[in-house]
């Protein structure tokens, strides 16, 4: 269904005038740094990782949101990114993102309802009545009545109404591959389970491919068949969901797992130290290696490749 080979983004980092005459040399923020997979029709994969680790990124890329420095994209066996013009609209509307922020993700000067109908517009499944109608459905669907939300604005929803017109906007395409970019992070905590429920159903009833994203590994937990565990641009642990819980490989996966509450009778405590690299400022050998509890010489010379397959793991020194 889609597969991502190698795919790296890295952001010139912006200097000030002082800088630029000191150094010629351009600065890079390797944001996503050459990650690997490949998801079937129907599954659900998380990325799991940190604030800061590419999670976003990698979405917006395979969106389409943006151009990758490097490396494949392929949906259902065609690189993307060499796609002509028309065809490349056919597959935009397949690939659909759900946001983070349900405020940012929508026109306050539009109503709701306009924003349903103009995807289909834009991508001429319809005239303007029928795309009325299927608005009025799929508002009914995701349970703003359409009678009452059409022709509301915005302001006038709260928070997780707008995440819900945001979720009928991605839908109302058909999408067969959806990137859902921690939908209910910003979502009040008594509606999330509501918000994902609703996500599930759309997937059951449509066979959706999704891209989970979430820094919350009990969310992703819910949701997923699959995770893939980031850290500071490339993926360090895969596989299927309960696998991983049960024995994760990698420190950090352990480290993120041990902080959940609900695991850790499971898993030991593991303390990692301090906080994420500066990704202007990549350590050597492996990028984890100066919060790792277990690193040794080994992982602060060479960087480690991700191996083990259906179950992969990026570390010198595997945990047991
Ligand atoms: N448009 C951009 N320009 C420059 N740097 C960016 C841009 N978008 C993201 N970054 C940087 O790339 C890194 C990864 O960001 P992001 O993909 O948003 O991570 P996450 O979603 O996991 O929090 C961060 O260091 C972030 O500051
Ligand atoms: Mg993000």
Redesign the pocket.
Known sequence: MIEVRNLKKY???QKSAIESLLSKEKKW?R??DGITFSMEKGEVLSLI????????????LIAGL?TPTDGEILFEGKNVLKLRRKELKKVRRKIQMIFQDPYASLNPRMKVGKHLIDPLLIHNICEEDEAKETAMKILDRVGLPGEEFFGRYPHQLSGGQRQRVVIARAMILKPDFVVA??PVSMIDVSLRAAILELLMEFRRDYNLSMLF?T?DISVGKIVSDRISV?YL?KIVETGDMEKVIESPKHPYTAALLSSVPSFERKIEKIDIKGDVAN?MEMPSGCRFHPRCPFAKEKCEKEEPELIGGKHGFACHYPLG
């Open positions: 952001f010139p980092v923020i944001a996503v990782g940190e604030s800061g680790c590419g999670k976003t990124t990698t979405g917006r943006e970019d921690e994203i820094h980031m641009g990704p």
